[in-house]
């Protein structure tokens, strides 16, 4: 079986000062090497005091066994520009982690025992800090797989790729229908 995982991590900057963090999300091929790692380009409100800001070396598209994937961060996925990066690379699989309703599903029992303050924070140790609602959707808007909601568990969904091209006849935002002979950046 082939594997490609997408995973968001924290990830420490080890070519200067080994201290600034970056949110970013990471592609591992089926042969277990890094294929992409995008830093978030821009921390969404608080988070600016902790995580750098990312630069656009990681929005690429990367090919995998099942089709070409690619992950913006969070509210990232709110950047018109952004998106529209990946949607001009051919994207066919597009992943879209985030705490607001995603990727990090928590309870209290799940953190660690010299956690600070976690009686105080966390009292209820069955309590889920982020509830998840992880999904699957289809070209065409459909949910397919899910949510999963306050449960720890597995999505699975068929891909049919030709449900992907049916899309772009349909509106091809970066082809023919943005009318790139009349806009341009």
């Given at each position: 079986m082939?594997?490609?995982?997408v995973?968001?991590?924290?990830?420490?900057?080890e070519d200067?000062?080994?201290a600034?963090l970056?949110?970013?999300?990471i592609?591992?091929?089926?042969q277990?090497t890094v294929?992409?790692?995008?830093?978030?380009l821009?921390?969404?409100?608080?988070?600016r005091?902790?995580?750098?800001?990312?630069d656009?070396?990681?929005?690429?598209?990367i090919d995998?066994?099942?089709?070409?994937?690619?992950?913006l961060?969070?509210?990232e996925?709110y950047?018109?520009?952004?998106r529209?990066a990946?949607?001009a690379q051919?994207i066919d699989?597009?992943?879209a982690?985030?705490y607001d309703s995603g990727?990090?599903?928590?309870r209290?029992?799940?953190l660690?025992?010299?956690?600070?303050e976690?009686?105080r924070l966390y009292?209820?140790?069955e309590?889920?800090?982020?509830?998840g609602?992880?999904?699957?959707?289809?070209?065409?808007?459909?949910i397919?797989?899910?949510?999963?909601?306050?449960?720890?568990?597995?999505?699975l969904?068929d891909?049919?790729?030709s449900d992907?091209?049916?899309a772009?006849?349909?509106?091809?935002?970066v082809?023919?229908?943005a009318?790139?002979?009349?806009?341009?950046?």
């Amino acid at each position: 079986m082939q594997v490609t995982i997408v995973c968001g991590i924290d990830e420490r900057d080890e070519d200067t000062s080994r201290a600034t963090l970056y949110n970013s999300v990471i592609t591992i091929s089926p042969q277990g090497t890094v294929q992409n790692c995008h830093r978030k380009l821009m921390p969404t409100n608080p988070e600016r005091m902790v995580w750098g800001f990312g630069d656009a070396s990681g929005i690429k598209i990367i090919d995998t066994p099942v089709g070409r994937g690619g992950s913006l961060v969070c509210w990232e996925n709110y950047m018109p520009l952004a998106r529209y990066a990946m949607f001009a690379q051919g994207i066919d699989i597009y992943i879209a982690p985030t705490y607001d309703s995603g990727d990090r599903w928590l309870r209290t029992s799940d953190l660690p025992a010299d956690f600070p303050e976690v009686e105080r924070l966390y009292p209820d140790e069955e309590e889920w800090i982020n509830s998840g609602d992880s999904v699957i959707i289809s070209p065409a808007g459909e949910i397919v797989a899910g949510p999963l909601r306050q449960e720890t568990g597995l999505l699975l969904a068929d891909i049919e790729l030709s449900d992907v091209n049916a899309a772009r006849r349909s509106l091809d935002i970066v082809g023919h229908y943005a009318r790139p002979n009349i806009f341009s950046l």
